[in-house]
């Protein structure tokens, strides 16, 4: 699996994507489009950048155009998930709100019943499509933007430099992810990874922590054991099997890493999953 690096995911023809899923885990990737995921049920952990969110049933999340972003972890989770931008209107992109830092990735209690409205009468057009319904999504698409315009514009931090910055750092991060997503089974050592980022190795550190705000190696671990979840979840392999198959060289340090992470032993989450299908 690679890092999806998408120039659009809307055209012309189509200046916005709408849909239902059921979503387990989806890799890192971005895109230009605004992407608003509204959970229907169950629940599921979402990275944006640097800052994760558990969401559940009814929690709104909002993505900025060019965060990098993957999900994991989904238990039961169906999602509306609705992506727009460029092809919907140019100026979308300029708006500052959506750009810039200080919007929240979840919504908070002052938007969130107004939005909610909206993204649901938005799925409820798309679906059935009554007479002007495409009118009626883009007037709804609009209105979410003005509503996130005007909460947020006092927190918004405006860095001019930004656009420049972040395509370059975010190309590198790209490259350091689908590396990491190709070789985690393997023994990838910082001084690898630093040349994958065309860094010295005490500066690909620094980088690395700052963006994600987490060293190299407890992100590695992090992205083994979520791989070792999946396994425990649809696999009926040992555990000692999936240990050696994310990574790690010894069943000791994946217990007791895993045990950090999720809160429990691997035995334990593959009991706590079987009884939870029972019932």
Known sequence: ???LHQK???DKDNPYVIYRAEVT?????????IEIIYILRGSINFVIETQTYNIKE???LFIKSGEIHRCYGGVNCEQIIIEFGHYLDNEILKTQTLIHPGTPGLLSNNLHSEIEELILQICNEYENKRQAWNFMIKSALYKIVGLLDREYIKDVKIDLNKNVISGYYNEILHDVFEYIEANYKSDVTIE????VANFSKHYFNKFFKKATNKTFARYINDV???KAQTLLKGSKQSISDIAYEVGFNS???FNRVFKQKVGCTPSEYRLKLSEYKIK
Do not use: V
């Not at 885990?25 to 230009?32: A, L, Q, S, V």
């Not at 690898?192 to 040349?195: G, V």
């Open 1 to 3: 699996m690679t890092i």
């Open 8 to 10: 659009y995911t809307t």
């Open 25 to 33: 885990e989806f890799p890192y990737h971005w895109h230009d489009e």
């Open 58 to 60: 009814g929690d709104i």
């Open 192 to 195: 690898e990874i630093s040349r």
């Open 224 to 226: 083994r054991i979520e």
């Open 251 to 253: 069943i000791k340090t």
